[in-house]
C-alpha cells in the first residue's frame, strides 16, 4: 500500500507540474506574438538605413567619423544580450557559450591580460560573468521591464563615448537572432568601429543617387550614431522574441514529457493496484481454505 501512496504523489506532482508548463506555454505564446510584431516592424527601417549608410559613407575617407576609426583592438567590450529568466531551455546558455567562443578564438591575448569587458543585457548573463570575475560594467537587467529604443539607446550611449574615450577599440555583439517560434540562430557581429560595407554592397548601391541637404558628410555623422543605436536595439529586440520562442517550444515539450510520465505513472499505479488486490484475494482465499479445513 506504501507503494500505491507514493505512486499517487508522483501522479499528483506530475499533473501539477504539467499545468505551470501548460500555462507558462500560453504565456509564452502570448509575449511572442508582441515581440514578434516589434522585430518585425524594425526590420526594413534598420535594413534600409544600413544601405543607405553604406552608400554615403564610401566616398568618405576613414576616419572621418570617429566611429569609422579602426584601431588596434587592445581593449575589447563584447555585449551579450541574454534573458531575465531561465525555463527557455539551451537559450541562455548557448548565447554565453557563443561569447565565450568569441573571446576565446579572437582575443584571447586580451582577455589574459585583463582588457576584456563585458556589458550583459540579462540577469542570466550578467550572473555568469560577475561568478566568474569578468570585468562586467554596469547593470542593464531592467532594460526588458520597460524595452523601447529610448531605454537601449542609453546604453548605446554609453558605449560609444567609451569608444570615442578610447575605453575600448573594438566592441562586438552577441545575440539570438529570431527566425520563428522554433528556430533562433546565434549572431556574433561588430558593432564598433562599424564595419565597411562589403563589395557586394558597394556594387549594389553604387548606382543609387540620392539628393543630399545639407551635405553628404553632415547627414553621415548624423546616421552613424543612429544607426548604431538602432542595431544594438533591432539586436535587443530579436532576442526579446528569440526568448519566448524558445520558453514556448520547451514548455510545449515538457508538458508533452510530463503526459507521457503521466501515462507510464498510472500504468505503474493500475498494475500495482491489481498486485495487492490480487495478494488480497490470495489471502482471503487461504484464510477460507484453513479455517474451512479445521
Do not use: C, W
Not at 60 to 89: I, Y
Not at 236 to 260: F, I, W, Y
Request: aromatic share 6%; proline share 2%; no cysteine.
Amino acid at each position: 500500500m506504501a507503494n500505491l501512496k507514493e505512486v499517487r504523489n508522483r501522479i499528483k506532482s506530475v499533473s501539477s507540474t504539467q499545468q505551470i508548463t501548460k500555462a507558462m506555454k500560453m504565456v509564452s505564446a502570448a509575449k511572442l506574438k508582441r515581440a514578434t510584431n516589434a522585430i518585425i516592424q524594425l526590420r526594413p527601417y534598420a535594413t534600409k538605413l544600413n544601405e543607405l549608410l553604406a552608400n554615403l559613407s564610401q566616398s568618405l575617407e576613414e576616419g572621418s567619423s570617429p566611429f569609422l576609426k579602426e584601431r588596434e583592438p587592445v581593449r575589447v567590450l563584447v555585449v551579450v544580450v541574454s534573458s531575465n529568466r531561465g525555463l527557455a531551455g539551451a537559450f541562455n546558455a548557448n548565447v554565453i557559450k557563443t561569447a565565450n567562443n568569441l573571446i576565446a578564438e579572437k582575443y584571447s591575448k586580451q582577455l589574459a591580460a585583463g582588457n576584456v569587458s563585458i556589458i550583459a543585457i540579462g540577469k542570466k548573463s550578467q550572473e555568469f560573468y560577475e561568478r566568474r570575475k569578468y570585468n562586467v560594467i554596469g547593470n542593464n537587467n531592467d532594460l526588458y521591464l520597460a524595452l523601447n529604443f529610448e531605454n537601449a539607446s542609453k546604453i548605446t550611449e554609453s558605449i560609444m563615448a567609451g569608444f570615442i574615450k578610447g575605453e575600448y577599440d573594438r566592441v562586438e555583439l552577441v545575440y539570438n537572432h529570431f527566425r520563428n517560434a522554433a528556430v533562433q540562430y546565434l549572431v556574433a557581429e561588430q558593432l564598433l568601429p562599424v564595419p565597411k560595407a562589403e563589395k557586394k554592397e558597394e556594387v549594389k548601391t553604387a548606382n543609387v543617387d540620392y539628393i543630399l541637404e545639407p551635405s553628404q558628410r553632415e547627414i553621415v555623422d548624423e546616421l552613424i550614431p543612429k544607426n548604431i543605436k538602432i542595431q544594438l536595439y533591432r539586436a535587443v529586440l530579436d532576442s526579446n522574441a528569440s526568448e519566448h520562442g524558445a520558453r514556448m517550444t520547451a514548455m510545449d515539450k515538457a508538458t508533452e514529457n510530463a503526459g507521457e510520465l503521466l501515462k507510464a505513472l498510472k500504468l505503474s499505479y493500475n498494475q500495482a493496484r491489481q498486485a495487492a488486490i490480487t495478494t488480497e484475494l490470495t489471502e482471503i482465499v487461504s484464510g477460507a481454505a484453513a479455517l474451512g479445513g479445521n
